[in-house]
């Protein structure tokens, strides 16, 4: 096996194109499970922590930019990003102990392509776009095209992502994410959600934007309750009819960490703590500087 | 397969050895260069057993590359005591036998020493959320958390203690 870091986005694409069975990585704290356990058997090993673009994080011109390795300890670290994204914050902080923190990426927890994979449900609410860096040229797609199953994702061989683009939020909007485990900390999820809520003046609900992870396949967003949310108060009797249809939309396994059932169950009543959670961020941060 | 050649910093001297592209940083620590205290618990980085600082971060070695210690900063537990002098953070692990077989011990040491350079005053609940990715079998925690809550008072009273690296 032969290891390389590549100093540019462009190197590290001639680089894949000369060897076909590569694989890229950031923190490695999936990968190296993975080739121990030999469930795969790279012959160069990519270290993409080197290309100044996937490790940045900021803001410019309205939209967030997250390098594709930058560790997730940075934003949950971040205070400006945190009160932007509390909720993808939140999810960052989740990811594993302080050591995995400092090491895990959302390019990684992404391309995993976990069906719980602790921040996507967070990217997905948020509508990211991700960056693609491929031998035709770069291209951006929305976060929820990259993922197609568990541990499958869109990209070709030699693709890597560059980087997540977040624009700022208008205001009256926060987001909130919750996961389940039986413990509070260093875990996989049974379940977890994330909502993004837009308040309009009135304080009804302007948009609302659900997703659902370690139910189904893949992390999922639930257009069916972000359509019942649409331009309504937020009360119980709203509430009861989007868990229903949360429930409704997982299709979740049988396994240790829960059954089908208690899965849809657990998914409905975590889709009703973020969007209540959601709501009440955004209603204490009407001006959203 | 030729071996890769890696000049570092580990716990203050330069270093260099010779390591493969898909060997752990733990192994080439453990291995190559000698320095024995981080120690393999999981190999999955659920441990915290071979917890080291590279580059400021802490981070379980058994999940690094060899090769991503080229040109780095490292901190293993053979670096925090001067020369006889032990670390605040060991003194205060003897003292209040935060410790029984000793295995996970290097781990709580290095995950400790990085909280308390982030956060020379931790409460209780800091303390217990930093040494969240460590695991021990033996002393269920509490000695551990009152041997940092300990060590913290102590470096604070006397700052030369402890800054050596």
Known sequence: ?289 | MSRIHIECEINGDDAEFLCDADESLLDALRDEVGLTGAKEGCGTGDCGACSIILNGNLICACLAFAPEAQGGVIETVEGMADEEQLHPLQTAFLEHAALQCGVCTPGFLIASKSLLERNPDPTETEVRYAIAGNLCRCTGYDKIVRAVLAAAQEMKQNPMKGDRL
């Open chain 1, 1 to 289: 096996m032969e290891y390389s870091l590549p100093q540019s986005v462009e190197e590290a694409l001639s680089t894949l194109n000369s060897e076909s069975n590569a694989t890229v990585f950031a923190g490695a704290t999936d990968l190296i499970p993975q080739l121990r356990g030999g469930r795969s058997e790279p012959r160069l090993l990519v270290d993409l922590k080197n290309i100044p673009s996937l490790v940045d994080l900021g803001f410019s011109n309205g939209t967030w930019k997250i390098g594709a390795a930058t560790p997730v300890a940075r934003i949950k670290n971040n205070a400006k990003l945190t009160k932007i994204f509390p909720g993808l914050s939140e999810s960052s902080g989740l990811i594993g102990s302080d050591q995995i923190q400092n090491r895990a990426s959302l390019g990684g927890n992404l391309c995993t392509a976990s069906p719980g994979a602790d921040t996507v449900p967070s990217l997905m609410v948020n509508d990211a776009l991700v960056v693609i860096a491929s031998k035709t040229g770069s291209r951006t797609i929305p976060v929820n095209e990259v993922i197609t199953g568990p541990g499958t994702t869109s990209l070709d061989t030699g693709e890597f992502i560059i980087e997540f683009l977040l624009e700022q939020p208008p205001s009256r909007t926060s987001d909130a994410y919750e996961r389940f485990i039986p413990r509070t900390e260093m875990d996989i999820a049974v379940v977890d959600a994330a909502a993004r809520i837009s308040l309009d003046e009135r304080g009804h609900c302007q948009e609302a934007r659900v997703a659902i992870g370690a139910a189904a396949p893949t992390v999922i967003r639930v257009p069916e309750a972000e359509e019942i949310l649409h331009g309504k108060k937020i009360n119980d009797e709203i509430l009861a009819e989007v868990m229903e249809v949360a429930s409704t939309a997982c299709n979740p396994i049988n396994d240790k960490r829960g059954t089908v059932e208690y899965r849809r169950q657990v998914a409905g009543v975590l889709v009703k703590r973020v969007i209540l959670l959601a709501e009440k961020r955004a209603l204490d941060k009407r001006e959203n500087k």
